[in-house]
């Protein structure tokens, strides 16, 4: 219990300097005085290591595999062990309510172009649904379909498509 | 930031690039009309005798149809060809042989392999000369460039046998557009040998892509009919897919995710304004167009289901077509507007079905094994061209009852047939195995006469537009 309140003070201590870092300064720094070579040199930061919450490596450190559901051909209902992983997603975005996130729906190459974006958006929306079902605020979850224009595997086998049929959630910061 | 606004951004970053040699996102210059003429080389007097020059004999032996170089009547510059009007001449009768070469019907020879005819024998030819090296058919042709820098292009089809004219015609076209005599002269000659209808002078949009399979950038681009004029309309940074031009040529619909999702754009050539085909949340795909252009059809998911629109090219109210919890998808009219060919899950697997052009009367047309999808109407109406999936994807077409199924093609996966103007000849694209590389292919009704279409890079998802007035 300990430890694990310490991760999150420390990643929430990141999460602040990541979100500093970001913004851009208004004005340029003045240029270093090189005259009379006192220049500042700045502490070294050490940042803690890990993902920070809000970002995919976070959450996919949290889940694992689950981050991704697999489909059969031209299928698109959820199977137990879909179910399974989209429980273990429901509870890390619980965990989490300030994130929003996309689901990605995937068909493997061996379909139509058009049909297959109908499929991954069919896919995505059943992942969505069931997150809903588990209690996941619909409005924080976006839906988008490639269709077979983004695989993950590359060959043309059976075992790439297994891998390419796939309703992926992605955190986008 | 909202989707209009990158539009913008887009487009205007890239309309200075235009003047650039890139050609990257530049809108298409305005067409240039073409004006059909009578052929006026008898009335203008030659000088010059009889003089061929033979440059190479050994393809007479095929020869079918003999197509020289065409004559000038006078040697002027034009922005067509910089070594003027007679070497414009030779490079016409080049595009002539290689439109009729690469379609299959014919064994012509070409202005490379044959002796150059005077501009006094355009219309009166030395049939002798070509009689006696076994030539049937003969065309001969002329350039003329006018004062206002427009050229004037007259093509002649003579019986050799029969020492006859079989047809003529003359087109008045700007430098520019001198492709597009060729074409209308490679129509003319198409037309009155087959008695089928033309289709050269006609444009194709398609999907160009470039590398590797997983991370593949997909750009809008268009070409003539035989691969010439090419152009890229967008830069690569967002995913397009599936165009088709309107029947005027005026307009392009597609696929765009340059606001992240999938959806539906109107291109307008001219001044390449893109607008949304409908102001809506949900995704839009699978874009068609109306045989009279004034009506598109699209598919758009609702909460994962996805159905077929139908919406004024004006702008205003949809109408939903179909209503089923299956994937209905696509689309094509018949010619007379009154149906629509379209594909749906809804028996569990893709199948082609028919409706009314208000939705009503649907019923599933293909019962030949296999599943039925992204069904094409030909411009003839007799025909239905598909993906036939069967362990792999061919290209196949039906009777517009599902009857007479024939595959045309043998491909891996070949997918998404579009047909030529005249219901002769359909496109397709072809992707490898495993490289996932994709080119796009064309065959005619036999399936004996099938080619890849020359295309600088990758390409797929071609759409044939109609020909050109």
Redesign the interface.
Known sequence: MNTKLATILLLASATGLAACAKKAPEQLPPPPDTGTGTAVVPPPQVLPAGPQVGTQAHFAAAVGSSTTIFFDT?R?NIDSQDAAALQAQAQYFARYPQITFTIEGHAD??G????N???G??R???A??FLASLGVDANRIA???Y?K????A???NESAWAQNRRAASVIIN | MKPAFLLVLLFSLSAPASAAAQDLGAPIGDDGLVETTTTDASQVEAEEGISFTVTDEAAWSDIGIAIPAFATDRERATPANEAGTGALGREIARVITANLRNNGLFKPVGPDSLPQPAFAQITAPAFSTWSGRSAEMLVHGYVRARDDGRLVVGCYLYDVALKTELVREGWVVGPADWRRAAHKCSDLIFARLTGESPFFDSRIAYIAETGPKDRRVKRLAVMDSDGANHRFLTLGSATALTPRYSPDYSKILYLSYVDGNPRIYVYDIGTGKQTLVTENSNPTIAPRWSPDGRHILYSMAVAGNTDIYRVPVTGGASVRLTDNPGIDVGGSYSPDGTKIVFESDRSGSQQCYIMDADGRNQKRISFFGGRCATPEWSPRGDQIAFTRIAGDFNVAVMNTSGGNMRVLTGGWQDEAPTWAPNGRIIQFFRTERNSGRSGIWQVDLTGQNERRLPTPVDASDPAWGPIRP
């Open positions: 031209d698109y190459e061996r139509t172009r058009e049909y974006l109908a499929l958006e069919r995505a929306n059943a969505k649904n839906v988008v379909s269709g224009e983004r695989p993950a590359l060959a043309s």
